[in-house]
């Protein structure tokens, strides 16, 4: 008699057979070892991307709300600038606070 390893049944050794499974267990396991880190991969990124955006969001409504203010103080300097050259053409002389509006006045 033979080792059991060397035993055939219709031409396939058992040896033959252990050794499929073991490969085939050794395939599996690596397989779930690489979707495991993967997952966790991809966990790790969509946390980092939500922070991010969430990061990105607070900047512009930052911004949005500086561009409003902004807008605001350029609409109260052309109000006051349409004020001031409606009673500049009442009087001879203009007066204004701000020396930086200074060189923007036309003179008549």
């Known amino acids: 008699m033979t080792a059991i ?3 055939q049944l219709k ?7 252990v050794v499929t ?3 085939t267990a050794s395939i ?11 997952k966790t991969d991809i966990q790790t990124i969509k946390s980092a991307q939500e922070t991010e955006s969430r990061i990105n969001g607070i900047r512009i409504k930052i ?13 109260e300097i052309e109000f006051s600038s349409k004020t001031n050259q409606v009673s500049s053409s009442n009087s001879s002389s ?3 606070a701000d020396p930086a509006m200074l060189s923007a006045i036309e003179k008549r």
């Open 5 to 7: 390893e060397n035993r």
């Open 11 to 17: 031409g396939i050794t058992i040896k033959n057979v």
């Open 21 to 23: 499974i073991i490969s």
């Open 28 to 38: 599996v396991a690596s397989v779930i070892t690489t979707y495991f880190g993967l």
């Open 63 to 75: 911004l949005e709300d500086q561009a409003a203010l902004l807008q605001k103080e350029v609409n």
């Open 94 to 96: 203009i007066k204004t």
